[in-house]
């Protein structure tokens, strides 16, 4: 039996092997250690050379950018908990962004796809350009609100200076209110314009042109 299948035995039954100077100690349940004391006996030479060439792999491996991750000698060192972190950013960043921007589920599903298989070399640098086109579409969609906003209040406290009646258009509509007829509508001429919609509760929907001033 090899040193690597004794250990896989090992690790099966919760045993720990380990070695100190010129020793191979172990640790695990009293029955296990038993039924592998004739083994480990056989195979010490074996197996403390096997420990120590995977102790030695481990100290080269503590050098990659990820520890127990994908090797990737051109980026600075980074935890499995800082990648992590990195990876939860970005895909929230994405999340953000698609429902700004209104993606497919398929397209959001694709792209955080790629994300999950990508280098961990490339997530600093993803997520820089995610965010700053979060912090752009953002601008836009806030720009967009306050001009809505705008419009909204300065529809609702447009009235008629004469009947006092509000009135309530969506934007570039005109309106004029009903009540203006018996003045002949002079009140109302900075708003009224022929054929135009008239959004006032007031108003008589049959009648679709405002009368002539010179009647």
């Given at each position: 039996?090899?040193?690597?299948?004794?250990?896989?035995?090992?690790?099966?039954?919760?045993?720990?092997?380990?070695?100190?100077?010129?020793?191979?100690r172990?640790?695990?349940?009293?029955?296990?250690v038993?039924?592998?004391?004739?083994?480990?006996?056989?195979?010490?030479?074996?197996?403390?050379?096997?420990?120590?060439?995977?102790?030695?792999?481990?100290?080269?491996?503590?050098?990659?950018?990820?520890?127990?991750?994908?090797?990737?000698?051109?980026?600075?060192?980074m935890?499995?908990?800082?990648?992590?972190?990195?990876?939860?950013?970005?895909?929230?960043?994405?999340?953000?962004?698609?429902?700004?921007?209104?993606?497919?589920?398929?397209?959001?599903?694709?792209?955080?796809?790629?994300?999950?298989?990508?280098?961990?070399?490339?997530?600093?640098?993803?997520?820089?350009?995610?965010?700053?086109?979060?912090?752009?579409?953002?601008?836009?969609?806030?720009a967009?609100?306050?001009?809505?906003?705008?419009?909204?209040?300065h529809?609702?406290?447009r009235?008629?200076?004469?009947?006092?009646?509000?009135?309530?258009?969506?934007?570039?509509?005109?309106?004029?209110?009903?009540?203006?007829?018996?003045?002949?509508?002079?009140?109302?001429?900075w708003?009224?314009?022929?054929?135009?919609?008239?959004?006032?509760?007031?108003?008589?929907?049959?009648?679709?042109?405002?009368?002539?001033?010179?009647?």
């Amino acid at each position: 039996m090899s040193a690597a299948q004794i250990l896989s035995r090992a690790r099966a039954a919760h045993v720990s092997l380990w070695v100190e100077g010129e020793r191979l100690r172990y640790r695990g349940p009293t029955d296990a250690v038993e039924e592998l004391k004739p083994e480990l006996a056989a195979h010490k030479p074996e197996i403390v050379e096997y420990l120590r060439r995977a102790a030695n792999d481990a100290a080269m491996l503590s050098h990659y950018p990820v520890a127990d991750g994908p090797y990737t000698p051109y980026v600075v060192p980074m935890s499995p908990e800082r990648v992590a972190r990195l990876l939860a950013d970005l895909r929230t960043t994405i999340g953000r962004v698609a429902d700004i921007e209104g993606w497919t589920d398929d397209y959001r599903t694709d792209l955080l796809c790629l994300v999950a298989r990508q280098p961990v070399s490339t997530l600093a640098d993803d997520l820089a350009y995610f965010r700053d086109h979060l912090i752009s579409i953002e601008a836009v969609a806030r720009a967009a609100e306050i001009g809505r906003q705008a419009l909204a209040r300065h529809d609702a406290i447009r009235k008629c200076s004469t009947c006092q009646h509000m009135t309530h258009h969506d934007h570039g509509v005109q309106v004029r209110c009903q009540m203006g007829k018996a003045l002949g509508w002079r009140h109302h001429d900075w708003l009224d314009a022929p054929e135009t919609l008239n959004t006032c509760a007031h108003h008589n929907p049959k009648r679709g042109r405002a009368p002539s001033r010179d009647k």
